[in-house]
């Protein structure tokens, strides 16, 4: 039976960075796949650092024709929804996703990481993100409490042992950038009418409109995924990081696909208050997987 990446599972942390990069020469991923799998956590107890490493799908499957998912590709087009509505495509050839307990040693890391990878890899897009008011998003909110438990996570994020690509996962990372203003002038009511849940006790509404972020993206319909969504950026600027695992992409893909109203032209309403400025794809494989690079 295959391990999977313990970073996705681990919760708690209050800071993190996502490095995404892109190879130097695409005939050079021999070194490049070695020089990630090599990168190691600090020797500590008390000052860990938690790592996802994933890969472009495509890249991946170079890599590792024998342990990779069929039909799991890259963000390569941007979703073109209803009303103009548009979520880019930035895809990178891989990510390194680092939580901790305080900034400090993730960027520390962080820059060890860049380091390794210098000549092989560049680094194209960061961004750190942090906890807000314990688990809410920026726009005041509860994040995550549709979340399988960490006993069900796993049968939903990983592919099941025995398939290509056992105990990896499909990972959707896309930044959104919030337009603050025109949120904070909502009403706490209509707040609650875009998001389908109420705001102070995250309880999903009875009547919930088709349009409400909830209805958007429910599960019941699409299929269980596990999120590990942060608020990220400063004062002026900042949204959420949507961090989103799933065993199969469909998942993930339909649930964008109904958000920006392709499925059915109906746009999911908190798509009016933020809007996703980057959106890509990473294979992240089993531990065997990544040891397999060296
Ligand atoms: C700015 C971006 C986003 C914000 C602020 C956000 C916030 C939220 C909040 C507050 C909830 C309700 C509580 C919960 O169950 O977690 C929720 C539910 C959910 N969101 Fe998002 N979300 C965002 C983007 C996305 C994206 C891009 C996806 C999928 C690709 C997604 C998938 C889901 C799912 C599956 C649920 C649970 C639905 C259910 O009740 O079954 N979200 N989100």
New binding site residues.
């Given amino acids: 039976m295959k391990t999977a990446q313990a970073g996705i599972f681990a919760l708690g942390t209050s800071s993190h960075v996502y490095l995404e990069f892109d190879l130097v020469d695409k005939k050079q991923c021999k070194e490049f796949a070695s020089a990630i799998a090599a990168i190691r956590e600090p020797r500590t107890t008390t000052g860990g650092v938690n790592f996802v490493i994933g890969f472009r799908p495509e890249l991946w499957h170079q890599m590792a024709p024998e342990d990779s998912p069929a039909h799991v590709q890259g963000f390569d087009k941007d979703i073109a929804g209803s009303e103009g509505f548009v979520m880019p495509a930035t895809q990178h050839d891989a990510l390194v996703w680092m939580s901790g307990s305080a900034y400090d040693v993730v960027f520390d890391m962080g820059k060890t990481v860049i380091k390794d990878l210098a000549g092989k890899a560049t680094l194209k897009e960061e961004t750190s993100s942090w906890a807000y008011r314990h688990d809410r ?3 005041g ?7 399988p438990t960490l006993l069900d996570a796993p049968g939903y994020a990983l592919l099941p042992d025995g398939v290509p690509g056992a105990a990896g996962s499909v990972l ?1 990372l ?1 930044k ?1 950038k ?1 337009r603050t203003m025109e949120w904070e002038s909502l009403p706490v009511t209509k707040q609650e009418l875009v ?3 109420t705001k102070a006790e ?1 309880i ?1 509404l009875k009547n919930k409109p088709a349009d409400s ?2 209805a958007r ?4 319909k ?1 299929g ?2 596990f ?1 590990r ?1 942060m608020p990220y950026g400063n004062v002026e600027e900042h ?2 990081v ?1 961090v ?1 695992f799933s065993a199969e992409q469909d998942r ?1 893909a339909r ?2 696909n109904s ?1 920006a109203g392709v499925l059915d032209g109906t746009r ?1 309403a ?1 798509t009016r208050y ?1 809007q ?1 400025v980057t959106g890509a794809y990473y294979f992240v494989p089993s531990v065997e997987g990544l040891r397999e690079l060296r």
């Fill in positions: 998003d920026l726009t909110f509860v994040d995550g409490s549709e979340n959707l896309q959104w919030h998001m389908g849940r995250s999903e972020h909830v993206t429910d599960q019941d699409f269980n995924i999120r969504n949204g959420t949507f989103g993930l649930m964008l958000m999911d908190l933020t996703p």
